[in-house]
């Protein structure tokens, strides 16, 4: 059982590069979600999903976009990387019950560099 | 969503028992009170959530106050490793774990 696992662990792009963040879960979780957390900062939402085929944005998803055709799997990816998006990015995966009972499982985080 | 408010940072010695507080006056009264802490250089870990009832399990215990208005993160004997941030988040019933808002969080330094 991996958990939520992140692919790469560091990238560094160039101004204008694309490219996507993977993050796979294991526990055939409903729900995952993407964070960027900026130095000294909490975490902050980028796109969150409640199944495949069904995505939203939070709170930061500008330059950022989401699919979700697998349970599985939550790909994002940076169309045209800014130095804006130098951050470390984390995904998260949890149930998909109501109540507020689970807690969300993390990923070690993907740390980008644009430069 | 409801507001937490958490000091920046606490310090305390190792085997020694850690009081992290969390006040949430605005909590309405179905939100669930969730505690995460995010170690250096990984991503957040779930370490306890409650409703009303104190709560205890392995890693610690969870104190609630009788109005809902604040809660208290026990470590019961810290170790070095307990040294993280730790997040106070509320949480909606109706949602799942997939819209979590985080706050800067408390910052525990432990000294050996």
């Known amino acids: 059982n991996a958990g939520v696992t992140q692919t790469p662990k560091f990238q560094v792009l160039k101004t204008g590069q694309s490219m996507t963040l993977q993050c796979a879960q294991d526990m055939n979780h409903e729900y995952m979600s993407w964070y960027r957390q900026d130095p000294g900062m909490g975490l902050r939402l980028i796109h969150y999903?409640?199944?495949?085929?069904?995505?939203d944005q939070g709170e930061v998803p500008n330059g950022y976009n989401v699919s979700r055709s697998t349970t599985e799997d939550f790909p994002l990816r940076l169309l045209s990387a800014a130095p804006s998006q130098t951050s470390v990015y984390f995904c998260?995966?949890?149930?998909?019950?109501?109540?507020?009972?689970?807690?969300?499982?993390f990923g070690q985080g993907t740390r980008l560099t644009v430069v | 969503d409801a507001k937490t408010t958490q000091p920046n940072s606490m310090e305390s010695n190792e085997e020694e028992p850690v009081h992290l507080p969390c006040n949430h006056s605005t909590i309405s009264g179905t939100d669930y009170i969730h505690w995460y802490r995010q170690l250096p250089s990984q991503g957040p870990e779930y370490v306890i959530h409650g409703l009303t009832s104190n709560v205890n399990n392995r890693m610690a215990s969870l104190a609630i106050a009788e109005d809902r208005k604040s809660s208290t993160l026990i470590l019961h004997r810290a170790t070095l490793r307990d040294a993280a941030v730790y997040y106070c988040i509320l949480r909606r019933p109706i949602q799942g774990a997939q819209k979590l808002v985080f706050g800067q969080g408390t910052r525990l330094t432990i000294n050996p």
């Open positions: 999903s409640v199944g495949a085929g069904i995505t």
């Open positions: 998260a995966s949890s149930y998909s019950s109501a109540g507020g009972r689970y807690g969300a499982f």
